[in-house]
């Protein structure tokens, strides 16, 4: 059997040259994710039906041969396709063969889809460009309308120009025009007044207002501006003259107005609480510009005031207050201090009211209070005030100056006139203050001033002579007379009412403050100013010619006279006693005040020279008791150098016997006081008593240191002093003490 042959090996195309694997390698790498491919694969597969469809197609066409004779044969058993005449592809009808005949004929259904939509878009557009041809009638007949219209138009402006010409013209005018008015509008309100402005400051009607200022400053401010007008053009020049002349009558009535009001005002301040109005404040500031006008208001004013304080005075004097409360003055004409005090503090009071109500006035802002220090640079409103209010207070002084004046001279008593004397003082260094040295009300106070301390001094210098008038020698006990005590006494109540005075330490201190208008009490318990009884606690100024020092002299040198002549009268150590102890008893009187202390100073000198002379008048008893005294005497007096144990007394014989009774002495002395001076003040004994102790101690001191010289020829010199003397300086109560 032949071997068959090997079959012939059919080689095996490449994956790069075969279709089919090309067409896979294709399919599986074509991405369907691109939006775009996929609608276009949605529209492709919207040409084909489903298999239902497909069947529902056979069965149709097997019933139906018109189509499928008219279709051409695509060359495939039982399957036709038929473009109909509406371009619509016919579904194919064998199973299974739908997806390939569709993608053979794909790109034929596409194009024959195109066909028929472009069919359709033609079949639109011929319908537009029947449009397009009606419109373009109406547009071709409306052009000739509007050109009609046109022609008209152009035919129309050439008829009218002149007239558009003319309203131009015209419009330009009205332009013009209207920035004329405004421009004038603008000046004339600043140039001039409104008639509302105008009759505030001419009509009689209208009443003194703020909006009466505002056009009287408005008018100021013309004026001021006219200045700009007066330096320019001819035309300006004479404008700003007219302004001028207009604003002036103005101006002036409208001052006029403001003096006539004030002067009807001023006329009714007849009350004693009197409110001043910012509008009263503000036209008497108006007024201020005008000094003649205001002259005359402010005479008019202090004419109203001083008469309407006059007659509160004296009603305040014989009337009293309302209801009787407080009492009238008058019914304490008894008491002098009270009387002067009470009309001194209405006064007061009176001016602090008038102050205030003339500073509300002029518009002071307080700058002090009432009674403090002035100051040197016045301005021109505190001015004003001063010299209203002096002349508001001029109609009390001559019934002050009577009433105080009579109860000065009827006045009895050093101490009640000298209260008068400080009462009237702190009321003339207050209205000093308040109304300035020149005012009429403070000079008066001066003259009142003057009379009431040449009544206290003379009164303090009869009381003076009367001391001296009966003198007689002092009495066993040595003590101050009684008109001694009795003169003291009054110098100790001077002292007092000095003493509560408000000046008298620093006279720059302000005087009290400015009162409440109803804090001046004149009742019948009580008269206080500010709390500060008058009649007790006065101010006196210690510049003045009644200063405490001439109180002082003029009370205390006739005081010291009479104890020095009465002293005299004794003689002897009783009379310088007296004397001391009369000393010591003045000084007590005014050790009790600091400013009697130059007085002090003078008085402890004398005393300390009397006392000096006493102690050693005192020593020398007691060494003459001790029996020390000649030979003291002896070595404290020898001229030559004759030894001590040659001399008659300092022998030593006579020496020891004079040692034996000073050792005797030094037993019996009392080292704390003497029987020579238990009339004396125990201070005092005891001072001169220790001093003469120590002068002893320094005089048997001297003795020793002689006697333990041996150049004084003693022999044995320590067997004849018995004592030392640090033992004699213990004995008598002096150990330590410098000599």
Known sequence: MATAAAPATTPVPSSRTNPIALRIYKAVGTSFDDSSARAALDIAASFYADASSVAAGTAASGTGGVGAAAGPSNGLSGQTVDGGLDGEVFKRSLRGQTAMLARRGLKRDVERRLASSSQKFLEAFGEVDKKLDVLRAHMTEMQARCDQVQTELDVANSGTRSLLERADGLRAQRSSAQLRASLLSLFLARFTLSKEEAALLTSRETELSRPVFAALDKVEQIRVDCRALLGGEEGKVQAGLDIMAATLAQMEAGYTKIFRWCQLHFRQLTRDQVEVSQVMREAVDRLRRRPALLSEVLATLTSTRQTSILQAFLDALMRGGPNGLPRPIELHAHDPVRYAGDMLAWVHQATASEHELLESLFGVQRARMVGATRAHERTDAETLVDECLDRDLEGLVRPLKLRVGQTVKSTEGVVLAYRIVGL???????????????????????????????????????????????????????????????????????????????????????????????????????????????????????????????????????????????????????????????????????????????????????????????????????????????????????????????????????????????????????????????????RLAEDIHRSALRGIAAAYGDVCDRVLDKAEGYEFAETLLRRGKEEVEVALGVAGAAY
């Not at 003339?428 to 001033?449: N, P, S």
């Not at 003291?632 to 001590?644: A, C, E, F, G």
């Not at 006579?654 to 050792?663: G, I």
Request: net charge negative.
């Open 424 to 682: 009237v003082g702190f009321y003339e260094e207050t209205m000093r203050r308040t109304v300035g040295t020149q005012a009429g009300i403070t000079r008066c106070l001066e003259d009142m001033h003057e009379v009431a301390e040449s009544a206290f001094f003379d009164a303090l210098e009869a009381q003076g002579r009367s001391l001296l008038r009966f003198l007689h020698p002092p009495d066993a006990t040595l003590t101050p007379p009684a008109a001694l005590r009795d003169s003291a006494q009054v110098l100790r109540d001077v002292l007092a009412v000095y003493d509560t005075s408000l000046l008298h330490s620093d006279p720059a201190v302000p005087a009290p403050a400015e009162q409440a208008k109803d804090g001046s009490s004149i009742d019948g318990e009580e008269n206080t100013i500010d709390g500060v009884r008058h009649d007790d606690q006065v101010t006196t100024d210690t510049r003045s010619s009644s200063g405490i020092d001439r109180v002082l002299d003029a009370a205390v040198g006739p005081i010291v006279e009479m104890c020095e002549r009465m002293a005299a009268m004794r003689g002897g150590w009783e009379g310088q006693v007296f004397l001391v102890n009369c000393l010591e008893y003045l000084q007590h009187t005014l050790e009790l005040y600091d400013f009697t202390a130059p007085r002090l100073a003078a008085l402890a000198a004398q005393m300390g020279k009397i006392v000096e002379a006493m102690a050693s008048e005192h020593e020398q008893k007691l060494l003459e008791q001790s029996g020390l005294a000649g030979v003291v005497k002896t070595v404290r007096d020898r001229t030559d150098n004759t030894p001590l144990s040659r001399l008659p007394l300092t022998s030593p014989k006579p020496l020891v016997a004079s040692l034996t009774q000073f050792s005797t002495f030094l037993t019996t002395i009392d080292p704390q006081t003497h029987s020579r001076l238990t009339l004396l003040h125990p």
